[in-house]
């Protein structure tokens, strides 16, 4: 009769990485267990912490890609189809992100100062 499968530590210490927000540098740590803890942060702790990393964008492009559709919805739909028709090839959706979070914020000054003059 077999006993209970054992987990690694790695896998102990990463199912719920609940101090995400107190994550700094992460120069030293190795790509398989970055997989495992990033999809545990917000996005203002991803950004934070490619902020203090040269380029994480491997492991967390998909994850900015998540939080593009999440913020976003049906656009994305729109920017996969640009990035076809164009054969961009592999885009750093960190960067997309922030460029439509740009635009929709301007538009909403717009908005509000349209309003503003209708007033």
């Not at 992460?26 to 970055?34: N, R």
């Not at 942060?41 to 203090?52: G, M, P, T, V, Y």
């Not at 976003?72 to 997309?96: A, C, P, Q, S, T």
Request: proline share 2%.
């Amino acid at each position: 009769m077999e006993g209970p499968q054992q987990q690694s530590l790695v896998d102990l210490c990463s199912v719920q990485f609940d101090n995400s927000s107190l994550i700094g540098n992460v120069e030293f740590v190795e790509s398989h267990l970055l997989e495992k803890i990033l999809p545990q942060c917000s996005l203002q702790e991803l950004a934070r912490i490619e902020d203090n990393k040269s380029n994480l964008s491997a492991i967390t492009n998909e994850l900015w890609k998540n939080f593009f559709r999440r913020d976003f919805g049906d656009h994305i739909e729109i920017v996969e189809e640009r990035i076809k028709l164009l054969n961009m090839g592999y885009v750093v959706w960190r960067n997309l992100y922030q460029l439509r979070r740009e635009v929709v914020e301007g538009l909403k000054i717009e908005a509000a100062l349209l309003l503003k003059e209708s007033a």
